[in-house]
């Protein structure tokens, strides 16, 4: 059932009634073709598939910096990395996944699908989203730049907490180099946020108000504002490292009346709803691939769209559950606790409504369906950890442990790695024409499913040990489970060199898909699936008006 609808002359709806909304069809402009045309390119559909490219490059590097990590740890005494690389390999693949990796292929997502689900031929300010997009070029190449430098990359973790990102004990520009990329990273996220909020709401199709968005527009605008208000305060906080370290002040440093807590303090109101910026968006994909291999409409829309207005608005709240040690008051440990536990509501009413989403359907267990499915187990598995590290006894036992790197990857490598993966799957026929070989991604499924929790599950049992994070050696107590964790990460690095190999395989056959590739749209009821398989550069001849009710799908 399609959603366009062409109004008549002198209608309410009619399109001319607003500016962004011309009355007549769109001309086709003769743009430039090849790598000039890409490089120059203001399309969002283009730039959406540029941060897709770059996170891919980044994952590939980022991968292989864990594997630098795992291949040290993979016994108790091995000297593979000397401490000081050790320190920087953990540094690096954590600030590349984060800000190269998985907030830009989120923006990739929401680049390329944003405006077409809301019935938009662009972002409202093109030129600014292609800013946004190369703003992250220099911004990773000054991470990788650092590696040769005096003294190498960033080696003070990636919270880069004083005093270990101090001159005392990083005297090389190796930081100063991680700080000035992460401006750029950040400014990059600022600027996109701006240009989907005004995009989200000022240029939707006529008939499509707030609660008809799909829901992956509603987790990219709450999404949108996460950013803006977080992503400043970081800013503010390493620029305050980086006088501290260049220019003689003393923000961190005691001997001048400085705290290093408040360093923390204003790092983790950016990086604790920065877990929800890469997250959030995740939601909304797999809540769309839930819906259609199930051949039902999302259930319970309304409710879903407030839990994730509600974690937008609670995850500033909860910061400090990760200071339980940093000597904050009891009373603040109490506030933080309790608003973790809170937290867990919407949350919860996000996990009931995909569970009743695939109650009873007609399911087919696609590559990107499995991938969702995944998505809530493991989701599910990091936020009941979460929870346990909200209660401060428990959290005074295992903070700094590697029962918080579990926790943490089972947030983000199980819920936004996963997502990304099931989105890949759902959309890849819509953005190129082509379907990816089901056959091939079974293999990338399995491999990267077993592997993540080979790789993952057993942190949590040295963790409660006493295995603590961030160590060059360590008891060899532990070293039997690390040589399994070493290969659980193998499953994992094969599953994406498979995925690689399926994405360029995909792309060297001819386009065969239709407007509707799955056969969805008449459960879906979505604009994404009324247009070609890839869309023309400009979306929709006309401006498409809704009919009916909610276009919920995706």
């Not at 090849?34 to 969002?44: A, E, K, N, V």
């Not at 699908?113 to 600014?128: E, K, T």
């Not at 909020?197 to 707030?210: E, K, Q």
């Not at 959309?427 to 993540?452: C, T």
Request: hydrophobic share 50%.
């Amino acid at each position: 059932m399609s959603l366009l609808e062409t109004p008549p002359p002198g209608s309410s709806a009619q399109p001319s009634k607003r500016p962004d909304f011309p009355e007549t069809p769109h001309k086709a402009v003769r743009l430039p073709g090849g790598i000039l045309g890409i490089l120059s390119s203001t399309d969002h559909k283009v730039l959406g598939m540029l941060y897709l490219g770059l996170a891919l490059i980044g994952a590939v590097f980022g991968g292989a910096f864990a594997g630098a990590i795992r291949a040290q740890l993979t016994s108790h005494d091995l000297e593979v990395l000397s401490p000081e690389f050790y320190n920087a390999m953990v540094t690096m693949h954590a600030s590349v996944m984060i800000f190269v990796v998985i907030i830009p292929a989120l923006a990739g997502f929401g680049n390329y699908l944003v405006p077409i689900m809301i019935g938009a031929r662009d972002m409202a300010f093109p030129r600014l989203n292609a800013f946004s997009f190369w703003l992250l070029i220099p911004a990773g190449g000054l991470m990788a730049a650092s590696f040769f430098v005096q003294g190498g990359a960033a080696a003070a973790g990636w919270t880069a907490y004083p005093p270990l990102s101090l001159k005392e004990y990083s005297g090389g520009p190796g930081v100063d180099m991680w700080i000035l990329a992460v401006h750029l990273a950040g400014l990059s996220s600022i600027t996109g946020a701006i240009n989907f909020i005004v995009t989200v709401m000022n240029m939707r199709a006529p008939g499509m108000s707030l609660m008809k968005m799909p829901l992956f527009v509603w987790t990219w605008l709450v999404n949108a504002w996460l950013i803006l208000i977080g992503t400043p305060v970081l800013s503010g906080a390493v620029t305050m490292v980086l006088l501290d370290r260049g220019f003689g002040t003393g923000f961190f440093k005691p001997a001048l009346g400085g705290d290093p807590v408040l360093y923390q303090h204003l790092f983790w109101f950016y990086s604790h709803p920065a877990v929800y910026i890469m997250v959030l968006p995740a939601f909304g994909l797999i809540s769309h691939a839930l819906a259609a291999f199930s051949r039902k409409r999302i259930f319970g829309y309304t409710g879903m769209v407030w839990a994730v207005c509600a974690i937008g608005v609670l995850g500033f709240l909860v910061w400090g559950h990760h200071m339980f040690t940093a000597g904050i008051s009891p009373e603040l440990r109490l506030w933080f606790s309790f608003m973790t536990m809170v937290i867990a509501v919407p949350t919860g009413v996000k996990i009931w409504s995909w569970l009743a989403t695939i109650w009873g359907g007609t399911i087919r267990f696609t590559v990107s369906m499995k991938f969702a499915l995944a998505f809530i187990s493991l989701f599910v598995i990091g936020g009941i950890s979460g929870v346990w590290l909200a209660n401060v006894p428990i959290d005074l036992q295992v903070h700094d442990s590697y029962f918080v790197v579990a926790h943490f990857h089972y947030v983000l490598v199980g819920g936004a790695v996963t997502g990304l993966f099931a989105g890949t799957y759902f959309y890849f026929p819509k953005m190129s024409g082509r379907f990816l070989s089901e056959k091939i991604g079974n293999a990338v499924f399995w491999l990267f499913i077993l592997g993540m929790n080979l790789t993952f599950l057993p942190m949590h049992l040295v963790g409660v040990q006493g295995m603590a994070r961030r160590i060059w050696q360590y008891r060899e107590e532990f070293a039997a489970i690390n040589h399994l964790i070493s290969f659980g990460y193998l499953g994992m690095a094969a599953s994406g060199a498979l995925f690689i190999y399926s994405i360029i395989d995909a792309l060297r056959k001819p386009k065969t898909c239709g407007n509707d590739p799955w056969g969805i749209n008449d459960v879906q009821k979505s604009l994404v699936w009324d247009i070609p398989s890839p869309p023309p550069p400009y979306n929709f001849d006309k401006i498409p008006v809704l009919k009916g009710t909610a276009s919920t799908g995706g």
